[in-house]
Nanobody, 123 residues
C-alpha cells in the first residue's frame, strides 16, 4: 500500500486548504484512514479519522468544527478540508491507513503512512 499526500502550502490565518491523499491498490475501501500532523519539536498527533464507508468520523478537539475529513472510495482518495486555519495548525500533515475497522488516535495502529505535506499558516 502506498500513500501520496498533497495539497499543503502557505496560507494566511483564517484561510482554507484541502489536503488529498491518494492510495494505491484495489483495497482502499477496506482501510480506516487517518490524518496526523507533526509540528517542529512536537510529537506526531492525531487530527482526524474516517471509517471504511465514510459513515463515521473522529476529530481531535483542536480541529473540531474547522476541519472535515472525507473519502471517495471510487477514487481511492481521502481528503482533509481545513477551514479557519490558525498559526498553531502549522505542521507537516501525514495520511495513514490501517486495516483495523477503527483506529482513530492510536498511531501504532496504522502500518501505512504517506510522506507528509507541509502546511504553514501565517499570522
Amino acid at each position: 500500500v502506498q500513500l501520496q499526500a498533497s495539497g499543503g502550502g502557505l496560507v494566511q490565518a483564517g484561510g482554507s486548504l484541502r489536503l488529498s491523499c491518494a492510495v494505491s491498490g484495489r483495497t482502499f475501501g477496506t482501510y480506516y484512514m487517518g490524518w496526523f500532523r507533526q509540528a517542529p519539536g512536537k510529537e506526531r498527533a492525531f487530527v482526524a479519522g474516517i471509517s471504511r464507508s465514510g459513515g463515521t468520523t473522529h476529530y481531535a478537539d483542536s480541529v473540531k468544527g474547522r476541519f472535515t475529513i472525507s473519502r471517495d472510495n471510487a477514487k481511492n482518495t481521502v481528503y482533509l478540508q481545513m477551514n479557519s486555519l490558525k498559526p498553531e495548525d502549522t505542521a507537516v500533515y501525514y495520511c495513514a491507513a490501517t486495516p483495523r475497522p477503527l483506529a482513530a488516535e492510536v498511531l501504532d495502529e496504522y502500518p501505512y503512512w504517506g510522506q507528509g505535506t507541509q502546511v504553514t499558516v501565517s499570522s
